[in-house]
């Protein structure tokens, strides 16, 4: 998941670079188009992950399947815990 949100936060500054580049030409504070604006646009089209619906499917679905298991494992703690402390 770090690796996504890496990538996330790589996409975000490269789009932020490139939205504030084009309302400077929009707004006629730059005159020419300079080739960093061409390489950052390639940047955020060659950057972006190349997942298919079945693989993002499967990792929204493991990643819930440890939420859950997680879960019943906390309650189960809980309970015995709860267990424990009647008993004494």
Sequence with gaps: MSY????TNRLVA???KINSKLEGY???EK???DSGLG???SRL???TPKLDAENVEDLISSSFK???MVTYLTNMIRAHAKILSIAH
């Design 4 to 7: 996504l949100y890496n990538l």
């Design 39 to 41: 390489m950052a646009i």
């Design 14 to 16: 490269l789009l932020e």
């Design 45 to 47: 089209l060659f950057a």
């Design 31 to 33: 005159e020419s188009i």
């Design 66 to 68: 440890d939420l859950l």
């Design 26 to 28: 929009a707004k006629g």
